[in-house]
């Protein structure tokens, strides 16, 4: 069963890195993945065979990025290089066309691009080498000319790879960035418990969609569930020869399922199952521990993705707000926004607490977390918020490490 680290690289996002040489493709592999895996130098053509390293992109994910040789390579050799640069196309999701302001972009780029697009390939243009005096208006213009989203980056000071990363992330199709419910927990033979109570607020002789959700993902991986409601769950686990995978509560139970669910067994919510499908997990975590650190008269964003109609009860505008007061002892300064109208400018905000975004996609969704981190504001989500408020936030990220450790270090 693969792991998060190990998922299986015909599944993972391709991303290939394309240019002339010394456009610094190499550095902005380094740039993008915060490694230094690509070797980089001022000699033209230190790339010479394509390289495919499996790695993991945040908030992205796994993904397999190809390094290649420059497209003006010359000679013999610099033709066969060039050849095998073009085979990538074959095996590519995403194409980065790094540009350098040095080079006017002519007949290399022109080319490239025809082959990409021949092959249907999606092609993001990067103006790489910001930080330097080079004009960079003719290669940002012949992108534009070309129909690319473009971005101009420095893979020296880091200038707009979060802008790199977010096309890259809307430019994905949304089906290669879904991951799904149980990914990296559960395998084959595994059983896995799910409390759900059958309380006013669940429908009448059904289920909801997370849960439905996650019965049908145990069976992908040849998992099995027992599904008890709370009550039950302690004579349940107690006659299981074996201990289950993982255990997944609803929110509204979450203090007995905990109560009576042996510590040493996986225990996790619906609502940070859904928020690690469609969103960072980690950002989250660390989002959450920014509670502690307001103080009354904080500005709190509470943004949701549609424009529901609102019960007496609505849990982001009556529910959340009571709960923060409390826990901050004071008033707090709150505005709302709803539907597509997510603010541009999030910079003013101490906190942005999210739905947990049903009504949007994933790439959407992770658009969004990084605009909060490009404003350095923190952001969480109801599902992991929940957790939080009802103090089991570090036992419900456990089976998550680098979400649990990003809670505990934030
Ligand atoms: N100032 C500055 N220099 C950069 C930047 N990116 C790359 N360089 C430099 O440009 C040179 C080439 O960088 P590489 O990353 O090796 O370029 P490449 O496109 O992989 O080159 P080949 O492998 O030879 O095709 C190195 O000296 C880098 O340090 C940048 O954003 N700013
Ligand atoms: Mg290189």
Redesign the pocket.
């Known amino acids: 069963m693969p792991t998060l680290n190990e998922t299986p690289s015909g599944s993972r996002l391709h991303i290939s890195i394309f240019?002339r040489?010394?456009?610094?493709?190499?550095?902005?592999i380094n740039a993008l993945t915060q490694q230094s895996a690509a070797i980089?130098?001022?000699?033209?053509?230190?790339?010479t065979d394509p390289v495919a390293k499996a790695m993991e992109i945040l908030p992205l994910g796994p993904v397999v990025i190809t390094?290649t040789?420059?497209i003006d390579d010359t000679g013999d050799l610099g033709a066969l290089r060039v050849e095998k640069t073009l085979r990538v196309i074959d095996r590519t999701d995403l194409a980065v066309l790094?540009l350098d302001p040095e080079q006017e972009p002519d007949q290399f780029e022109d080319d490239l691009l025809a082959r990409l697009r021949e092959r249907g390939r999606t092609v993001i243009a990067a103006v790489?080498?910001?930080?330097?005096a080079a004009e960079a208006a003719p290669a940002l213009a012949w992108a534009t000319a070309h129909a690319l989203p473009v971005v101009l980056v420095?893979?020296?000071t880091r200038q707009g790879i979060d802008e790199l990363k977010r096309l890259l992330i809307a430019h994905t199709p949304a089906d290669r960035l879904q991951a799904s419910v149980l990914d990296g927990l559960v395998g084959p033979g595994d059983c896995v418990v799910l409390v759900v109570p059958i309380d006013k607020a669940a429908p009448k002789d059904r289920l909801i969609l997370p849960q439905v959700m996650t019965i049908r993902n145990a069976l992908d991986h040849d998992a099995y569930t027992l599904v008890v409601k709370e009550r039950e769950l302690k004579f349940a686990l107690s006659n299981l020869k074996t201990k289950p995978k993982l255990v997944v509560t609803d929110s509204q139970a979450v203090l007995k399922a905990a109560a009576d669910t042996p510590d040493d067994v996986p225990f996790t919510t619906f609502s940070i199952l859904m928020a690690r499908m469609k969103g960072d997990l980690e950002q989250l975590a660390r989002g959450v521990k920014a509670v502690e650190r307001l103080r009354p008269g904080a500005r709190v964003l509470i943004a949701e993705a549609c424009t529901h109609h609102r019960q007496a009860d609505d849990i982001g505008k009556v529910q959340i707000p009571r709960w923060l007061r409390q826990l901050v002892g004071g008033d707090i300064d709150f505005h709302f926004s709803s539907g597509p109208d997510f603010p541009a400018d999030l910079a003013s905000y101490d906190l942005v607490i999210h739905c947990g975004g049903c009504m949007i996609n994933r790439p959407e969704m992770l658009a969004r977390g990084l605009r909060a981190e490009d404003a350095g504001v923190p952001m969480v989500n109801y599902g992991v918020f929940l957790s939080y408020v009802h103090g089991v936030i570090e036992r419900a990220l456990r089976p998550f490490p680098s979400a649990y450790l990003a809670y505990l270090d934030a």
């Open positions: 240019g040489r010394n456009a610094g493709k190499s550095s902005l980089v130098s001022p000699v033209p053509g230190t790339t390094d040789a420059g790094v790489n080498k910001a930080d330097l420095s893979a020296v």
